[in-house]
């Protein structure tokens, strides 16, 4: 349990000092600074607390990262152990260390044997900058240097740095800083927005095929690699239809192009397999993790790479020209082992595929089936999605669809409940320790926000 929280200065005393040092992400500070930002000072399990006492369910994990939830006592002891011993060390200087030797040796344990290398990080953002050119030099070495283009998706989202974001395909932040050469995108398998009348498998084949005609349109001889999400995490939690991600392996192999999964949100368990693309059933050449690696109590994140890319790299690249102070920081390091040995050993990912995670599916296609303002639910294991629509029947989206979730998630916010508004859709992913109480909670309170939502705009 956390210690209990004895508040030292007053929640305006703490906004005042935010607003005069801080810019928070994807807010307009200005308005942020008039309303006051949540001051939140503890966690246990589920919920948080803020500097007034208030206490929150937080169904979003953090930013989907808190898959053991808040107050783990076995993580905070493996850091301080860790601090004690090792509290620092790098990977220059024909060095290693323990902690991420033995942490390597537990992600693999979980892995297919198709993977045996990985590059760490200190985020997903660096993760995916980290791939970009790990891959060009996989090419380069290879002796095809012109294979260089990487192709992401419209609305997916790859982190916050300059080529992180390129290989993501938000626009609003392409015009913060541009983009970089030799990054091109297709659609995304948002089928209920962009389906028209093809059925969801006809649907998942014509956007994957997308795919092939970009690849031809750019001469495979220049494409070197497709990365997306297995489902898109922060784009709305959309899962493509189940057609989509056998025709994209199948195309990625027909041209010779890697296939690259952003498991940064599905990774460590979110769907009920230990990583995304195991549900999805795919096999890609590189994943890029973070967030659950560690629980979110430690930045870390990492680049794992097939032994077809690792083995090229180590046995023909020479110097591999790529270095992070903080890579596989010892610290970081020993936290990720505990939370992996947790979620193993507790039998969490296991839970999560065949008790926590259908009971959440089920509550909620219960809870909200023929309900006047969602058209689609969506979702797997412990993260899921609702979407808004005018006319369920007819997937008649809102104008002013995003006013409306925003609208929702405020009224969550203030009955003591975390979701998130992305677009159209209510979007959650709650820790993967949750106990079916904790998912009861989470439902009713998802319903007492969305109905009240609906009754403002005279729909209920």
Not at 140 to 169: C, D, E, F
Not at 431 to 455: F, G, I, P, Y
């Amino acid at each position: 349990m956390t210690v209990p929280h004895t508040p030292t200065r007053s929640t305006r005393d703490y906004q005042q000092l935010d607003a005069a040092h801080h810019i928070h992400a994807f807010v307009d500070q200005k308005a942020l600074n008039a309303e006051g930002p949540r001051v939140m000072v503890r966690g246990e399990g589920l919920h948080l607390w803020d500097n007034d006492g208030k206490r929150y369910l937080d169904g979003m994990s953090g930013l989907w990262c808190t898959n053991l939830g808040y107050g783990r006592k076995d993580l905070a002891a493996a850091a301080s152990r860790q601090l004690e011993q090792l509290p620092y060390y790098n990977m220059f200087f024909h060095t290693t260390h323990p902690a991420v030797v033995e942490l390597s040796e537990q992600l693999f344990s979980l892995l297919p044997s198709h993977y045996s290398h990985a590059v760490y990080t200190n985020s997903g953002s660096e993760a995916n900058e980290v791939l970009i050119r790990t891959v060009r030099r996989y090419w380069q070495i290879l002796g095809k240097p012109q294979k260089k283009v990487m192709i992401g998706r419209w609305n997916g989202y790859h982190g916050s740095t300059l080529a992180s974001t390129a290989l993501g395909g938000m626009k609003f932040m392409h015009e913060m800083g541009g983009l970089i050469p030799d990054i091109a995108h297709i659609d995304e398998p948002y089928w209920f927005a962009a389906g028209g009348e093809l059925s969801p498998a006809e649907f998942g084949r014509r956007c994957a095929l997308q795919l092939e005609e970009k690849i031809l349109e750019l001469g495979a001889e220049n494409v070197a690699a497709f990365i997306a999400e297995p489902f898109q995490g922060a784009g709305g939690m959309i899962f493509p239809p189940q057609s989509y991600w056998p025709e994209i392996q199948r195309i990625c192999r027909q041209y010779d192009v890697l296939l690259c999964a952003d498991e940064v949100i599905g990774g460590f368990g979110r769907t009920g397999e230990w990583f995304a693309h195991q549900h999805f059933g795919f096999q890609p050449d590189t994943l890029s993790i973070a967030k659950g690696l560690t629980s979110g109590y430690i930045p870390m994140g990492g680049l794992v790479l097939s032994k077809r890319i690792a083995e090229v790299l180590v046995e023909q690249g020479g110097v591999y020209a790529h270095g992070l102070t903080y890579s596989g920081h010892p610290v970081a390091a020993a936290v990720a082992i505990a939370n992996i040995k947790a979620l193993r050993d507790e039998g969490v990912v296991e839970r999560v595929k065949v008790d926590t995670g259908p009971y959440l599916q089920q509550c909620l296609r219960e809870v909200f089936a023929g309900h006047p303002l969602i058209g689609e639910i969506q979702g797997s294991g412990l993260v899921a999605a609702l979407q808004f629509s005018e006319d369920p029947a007819s997937r008649k989206r809102f104008a002013n669809e995003t006013d409306l979730t925003w609208r929702c998630r405020s009224i969550g916010f203030d009955n003591g409940l975390i979701i998130r508004a992305t677009g159209g859709r209510m979007i959650m992913a709650p820790a993967l320790v949750a106990t079916r109480t904790d998912l009861d909670e989470l439902v009713s309170k998802t319903k007492l926000a969305v109905d009240q939502t609906a009754r403002e705009i005279g729909v209920l």
